[in-house]
């Protein structure tokens, strides 16, 4: 059987669980050879011998997507090995909420730096080898989150925003100039380890309501991204918004 992703190259930042660990997976069995990158090397190298089991071809290096020069050297790396890149899904993401009176600002900081810079530092990294030979694909984690807004979630929203507005601002840019398709994920709530990173106790309630609700799982959101990706070379996936039926807003 011929595989959509047979040859095509892909990167997958934030790859050591949930989202980008079922991404990995769900492209190397579509025929992709995957670059994961996470800062969890331990669990990274689980993912790997996930993929190698099904048969996959994978590289995995410790990746911090705070750091520039991270980025700059997984790119690098991947090229090297297997001399392109086909595709990016920038997955790396926290989510710490907290009440803006709270004021804690290292915790801004950490979502500012992962969620935007870190996008950012990865799409820079692979834009001029696309750009370079005219084709790529970029596919963006944003969240229902970068649509509206909520209590608590003021910051994180923003960043997820700021997400929205750059994927609309590289697909302009380079859609139709360089042949580069650019797709948004906007997820509702995902059953992942997103949660754990939220330290303000106000929230508490909110953190076992979400456990309660019966909520997307890794594997919805990895089919949306293959959809994308596997989606014929004339079509451009902008957007795709993904929410639990049992998801209000």
């Not at 095509?8 to 769900?26: L, R």
């Not at 969240?143 to 750059?166: E, L, M, Q």
């Not at 859609?175 to 994920?185: F, G, L, W």
Request: overall charge neutral; glycine content about 8%; charged content about 20%.
């Amino acid at each position: 059987m011929f595989n959509m992703l047979t040859g095509k190259v892909a990167i997958i930042t934030g790859a050591s669980s949930g989202i980008g660990q079922a991404t990995a997976i769900a492209l190397a069995k579509a025929g992709a050879k995957v670059a994961i990158g996470a800062r969890r090397i331990d669990r990274l190298e689980q993912v790997k011998s996930e993929i190698e089991k099904i048969g996959g071809e994978v590289m995995m290096q410790k990746l911090d997507v705070t750091k520039k020069s991270d980025c700059d050297a997984f790119v690098d790396q991947t090229i090297r090995k297997w001399g392109t890149v086909d595709i990016l899904v920038n997955n790396a993401g926290l989510m710490p909420l907290s009440f803006f009176k709270n004021l804690k600002v290292s915790e801004w900081d950490q979502m500012v730096d992962v969620n935007i810079k870190g996008v950012l530092y990865c799409t820079g990294a692979v834009i001029p080898h696309m750009v370079s030979k005219k084709s790529g694909h970029i596919v963006n984690i944003s969240s229902v989150a970068g649509r509206i807004v909520f209590p608590a979630g003021s910051v994180y929203c923003a960043t997820k925003h700021a997400v929205a507005a750059f994927s609309e601002g590289l697909r302009q840019e380079f859609s139709v100039r360089y042949n580069i398709r650019v797709t948004s994920i906007e997820p509702g709530v995902v059953a992942t380890e997103l949660n754990d990173t939220i330290t303000d106790d106000s929230l508490k309630g909110f953190v076992e309501a979400t456990k309660k609700m019966t909520s997307l799982q890794s594997e919805d959101i990895a089919n949306a991204i293959l959809f994308a990706v596997e989606s014929p070379s004339h079509m451009n996936v902008n957007e795709i918004l993904i929410r639990p039926t049992t998801q209000e807003r």
